[in-house]
């Protein structure tokens, strides 16, 4: 026998064919059409998600050898956070922070791994939970022996090759190698200063996924605004500080590092 | 009369309901159901689409004044491009490049108006064409006198202010403060000095537009690679000539800003 169905039904089935086809939307009935926004791809500022230190440690070390120090850093905090939220984050365009290499284009301006601390902290959170995670890497960057992480697989030097460590005094690239060229006795150019520049990356995204992992267990006490030694110059060229002819310093730099301490 | 439906005329009618009401989805009739792979949010880097100069300084001065000096300059020219783009673009998390004000959260490192001019440039090229383009911004950023741009309606100070002008010589954030501060014989954080800085960020966000709208008529030519100055110590201490009892130095920056000239 051949079925027939009434126009209601037919009308139901349509609806219901329509729903089953998994669509958002429902078919129009005599309604007016409401035009929806889009849904945005993600919120922003992200949610953090807790990331494992080693893990972050060597992906940051093979991302550097991928797109360079900024990417290195960003991508092994973003893009694993980006990997346990899914889609759509992990379509962000992680690349972006390639121009950082070298202090910005090789400009020896901020160091990359700075630079891409700062902004994947950024991806987290604004204002001042953002700013005092980066006083504390920064500080850290400035004052701490680097490189620390010994890689399984070293690119650019034999695996039992002794590498130099070097403090900064300085969060400027051209000034962090300088100081690692001056304890190495080694070319600013040479392999085992890529190797060194690679696993000073390695080390920044773990200080800083450490940091975030506390900020999200309410265990972050921030510690440092800036150095001793730039708090020490900023008690009088700071800002309401006047020194005598002197101006005011914006900045939280190592002030040493370029200025000699010549007081009178 | 009743009007009725056959079998296959209200299969037909559920697809046709189910593509009426706008759904990508085809009505499953007993066919396998793939789950194809969510399409990217966007293609990276970006297409660029010309910008109008003074509307982009507009735009940035204003920004600025909302999150600062690395956003302004970014989300002038990047966020303009995405409203010319349409969505997904402009969905894109602007707010990230904040991190980058008072040279990355007031540390006074790399000018925040450099910093996201950078970063601007890289969500459309990468490599030699973000380089050459980066190069050409942080070369007029040392050796220019800003700020030029003149807003219609100043935010800090009298419409009828006189801005005086200052020569970085320098991509830092602090020094650039600094060379204004004596220019000015005004304070570091006073309110012309944000004006300052607003304006700077308009001049450096035209001045990027500029040149990725003459790349996109094939009409970008390179023609710095750093400032003369530091080409001048570099032919000495740069990559490879190694001048006696000095490292090669790894950087582009202005040397004379912090290393005086003290050649024997």
């Keep these: 026998m051949k079925k027939t169905f009434t ?34 791809v993600w919120k922003f500022p992200w949610d953090y998600r807790t990331l494992d230190i080693k893990t972050t440690q060597e992906r ?24 346990k939220l ?17 202090g910005v284009a090789g400009w020896g301006t901020l160091c990359g791994a700075c630079n891409g601390a700062a902004m994947a902290i950024s991806m987290f959170f604004q204002d001042k939970t953002r ?16 490189p620390i992480f010994i890689p399984g697989k070293p690119v650019k030097v034999a695996v039992d090759y002794k590498m130099p460590t070097s403090t900064a005094n ?25 190797e060194r520049c690679a696993r000073l990356v390695s080390d920044t995204a773990g200080f800083a996924a450490d940091l975030l992992n506390k900020n999200a267990e309410k265990a972050f006490i921030p510690t ?32 040493t590092a370029c200025h000699p301490y010549t007081h009178r």
């Excluded at 940051?60 to 990997?83: L, P, T, W």
């Excluded at 889609?87 to 992680?94: A, E, I, L, V």
């Design 170 to 194: 300085s969060t400027l690239c051209h000034l962090s190698i300088n100081r690692w060229v001056n304890a190495s006795k080694l070319e600013a150019f040479s392999p085992e200063r890529g």
């Design 86 to 102: 899914g889609k759509p984050y992990t379509d962000f365009p992680f690349q972006l922070s390639s121009y950082g290499g070298g």
């Design 60 to 83: 940051a070390y093979n991302a550097h050898f991928k797109s360079g120090c900024m990417y290195g850093v960003f991508e092994a905090i973003v893009g694993q956070v980006a990997e």
């Design 131 to 146: 700013n005092a995670i980066i006083n504390e890497i920064f500080t850290w960057y400035e004052t701490t022996a680097l």
């Design 224 to 255: 440092k605004e800036m150095s001793d030694k730039a708090k020490n110059c900023l008690s009088c060229h700071g800002q309401g500080k006047k020194a005598v002819d002197e101006p005011e310093v914006a900045g939280k730099m190592f002030c």
């Design 7 to 40: 126009r209601r039904e037919v009308l139901g089935l349509g609806i219901g064919a329509a729903i089953l086809g998994g669509c958002s939307h429902a078919v129009p009935v005599s309604t007016p059409k409401v035009e929806a926004e889009p849904a945005p």
